[in-house]
């Protein structure tokens, strides 16, 4: 996610990003009934709070189908940028691989709304806790980054609940501002006070983080998906030209604080594994083009590492990249 850094942006037409999913005709002729409408948002939210168990299960292995059987484009898509992961397959074995990633999607999204509208237990084991304790003891301010794979939001809510820190979380606007306002409101009511939420189209939301972070509170964000005309460098992800967001490397940088990569992967029901990895800081020399880079780069490495320990849980739902552009 790119923030702008350090000036405000005045305020653009809002565009989709580069990495949602396409919409098209569909968008347009169903509204608040898309799969990205304020329609669904509330049906699932409603549906994962009232259904007993084994109801709530059926009903998710449906959706999934469905989803499955009808959006054609982001089926397309998922194969396509499962291809560079796990290598060329048949057409069954495809099928396979995008079922199974909606299946992971369509828990990951239910238990989202478990987690900020009910009071089931859930279970988080991390790994890298070591350093991860350091870090905090440090006073510091710091950035978690994170990718949209698996259940993010588990990861960017672990300073607040457990160790009393405040967090700052970016998110990207929802394609139905309704939707938007909707979840919006569950955050703030589940969050408490520890945690704040902003959206990336804020024209001021690279100066207030650069401020919270030289408060020493902590910004957490997804670096995996440039905004809508946001500045990007490329790297290569799966030996593929990647264009990355320079934003937080960039607020890293000014603010003179470390990136802290996070995933946030799924192992069953209501359990969870958050991957902490190494800390690392953004150069300052006198080439800050390089510097982002090579930032970016070592961002890349992680996220290429995560997506390819758990390939099923990256959700990303446009397709990355032609054929042509595999070496």
């Given at each position: 996610?790119?923030?702008?850094?350090?000036?405000?942006?005045?305020?653009?037409?809002?565009?989709?990003?580069?990495?949602?999913?396409?919409?098209?005709?569909?968008?347009?002729?169903?509204?608040?009934?898309?799969?990205?409408?304020?329609?669904?948002?509330?049906?699932?939210?409603?549906?994962?709070?009232?259904?007993?168990?084994?109801?709530?299960?059926?009903t998710i292995e449906f959706f999934a189908a469905f989803?499955?059987?009808?959006?054609?484009?982001?089926?397309?898509?998922?194969?396509?940028?499962?291809?560079?992961?796990?290598?060329?397959?048949?057409?069954?074995?495809?099928?396979?691989?995008?079922?199974?990633?909606?299946?992971?999607?369509?828990?990951?999204?239910?238990?989202?709304?478990?987690?900020?509208?009910?009071?089931?237990?859930?279970?988080?084991?991390?790994?890298?806790?070591?350093?991860?304790?350091?870090?905090?003891?440090?006073?510091?301010?710091?950035?978690?980054?994170?990718?949209?794979?698996?259940?993010?939001?588990?990861?960017?809510?672990?300073?607040?609940?457990?160790?009393?820190?405040?967090?700052?979380?970016?998110?990207?606007?929802?394609?139905?501002?309704?939707?938007?306002?909707?979840?919006?409101?569950?955050?703030?009511?589940?969050?408490?006070?520890?945690?704040?939420?902003?959206?990336?189209?804020?024209?001021?939301?690279?100066?207030?983080?650069?401020?919270?972070?030289?408060?020493?509170?902590?910004?957490?964000?997804?670096?995996?998906?440039?905004?809508?005309?946001?500045?990007?460098?490329?790297?290569?992800?799966?030996?593929?030209?990647?264009?990355?967001?320079?934003?937080t490397a960039a607020l890293a940088r000014a603010a003179?604080?470390?990136?802290?990569?996070?995933?946030?992967?799924?192992?069953?029901?209501?359990?969870?594994?958050?991957?902490?990895?190494?800390?690392?800081?953004?150069?300052?020399?006198?080439?800050?083009?390089?510097?982002?880079?090579?930032?970016?780069?070592r961002f890349a490495a992680d996220l290429e590492a995560?997506?390819?320990?758990?390939?099923?849980?990256?959700?990303?739902?446009?397709?990355?990249?032609?054929?042509?552009?595999?070496?």
């Amino acid at each position: 996610m790119s923030v702008a850094l350090p000036r405000s942006i005045p305020p653009q037409t809002p565009q989709a990003p580069p990495h949602a999913p396409e919409g098209g005709w569909s968008r347009r002729l169903l509204g608040p009934f898309h799969v990205t409408g304020v329609f669904w948002f509330r049906f699932h939210r409603f549906g994962v709070t009232i259904l007993p168990e084994p109801a709530l299960r059926l009903t998710i292995e449906f959706f999934a189908a469905f989803f499955w059987l009808t959006l054609r484009k982001i089926r397309a898509a998922v194969a396509s940028n499962l291809e560079a992961v796990l290598g060329p397959c048949g057409w069954w074995e495809r099928q396979r691989r995008i079922h199974r990633t909606f299946l992971n999607f369509a828990w990951c999204l239910s238990e989202r709304y478990e987690r900020l509208s009910t009071d089931r237990t859930f279970t988080v084991e991390a790994e890298g806790l070591d350093a991860w304790y350091e870090l905090l003891a440090s006073g510091r301010g710091f950035i978690l980054v994170t990718a949209h794979m698996g259940a993010w939001e588990v990861g960017s809510m672990v300073p607040a609940s457990r160790d009393c820190r405040r967090i700052h979380v970016v998110r990207e606007a929802e394609t139905d501002p309704r939707a938007q306002q909707f979840i919006e409101g569950l955050i703030r009511t589940c969050g408490g006070e520890l945690y704040t939420t902003h959206f990336a189209e804020d024209a001021h939301l690279g100066v207030d983080l650069l401020d919270a972070l030289r408060r020493k509170e902590i910004v957490a964000l997804q670096g995996d998906r440039p905004r809508a005309g946001g500045r990007t460098a490329e790297v290569r992800l799966f030996d593929r030209a990647f264009s990355l967001p320079i934003g937080t490397a960039a607020l890293a940088r000014a603010a003179e604080v470390p990136i802290v990569p996070v995933f946030v992967f799924r192992e069953g029901r209501l359990r969870y594994r958050c991957i902490m990895r190494p800390a690392f800081a953004v150069a300052e020399t006198a080439d800050r083009q390089r510097d982002l880079r090579e930032a970016l780069e070592r961002f890349a490495a992680d996220l290429e590492a995560a997506i390819r320990r758990e390939p099923h849980q990256w959700f990303c739902f446009r397709k990355l990249w032609k054929k042509e552009d595999a070496l």
